[in-house]
């Protein structure tokens, strides 16, 4: 079992930055594929951000070179580095982590783009 907390939401000005955290408790981090996913009012959820065990990383296309998914094993945590924020970046953004078969999700964080 795996439990999910996501910080660091929150409202930016456009072009603005933010860092979203998420500290993973009850198992083996660092045996974990871990990601962060958005979902915008009336959209679907979509994945923004992945990184593997190994630290591979893949990104949607629509955050790449503006947002970094990174991990600290040590502090059972993930981390998402956002710059230049864009208005159609406001969402809920969530961590998942996939592991031993299953998948876990986070409560969501609020992310508002907004001047």
């Known amino acids: 079992q795996v439990q999910l907390v996501e910080s660091g939401g929150g409202l930016v000005q456009p072009g603005g930055s933010l860092r979203l955290s998420c500290v993973a408790s009850g198992s083996i981090f660092s045996s974990y594929v871990m990601g962060w996913y958005r979902q915008a009012p009336g959209k679907q959820r979509e994945c923004v951000a992945v990184?593997?065990?190994?630290?591979?990383?893949n990104y949607a296309d629509s955050v790449k070179g503006r947002f970094t998914i990174s991990r600290d094993n040590a502090k059972n945590t993930v981390y998402l580095q956002m710059n230049s924020l864009k208005p159609e970046d406001t969402a809920v953004y969530y961590c998942k982590a996939l592991g031993g078969g299953r998948g876990y999700w986070g409560q969501g964080t609020q992310v508002t783009v907004s001047s």
């Open positions: 990184i593997t065990e190994v630290g591979t990383t």
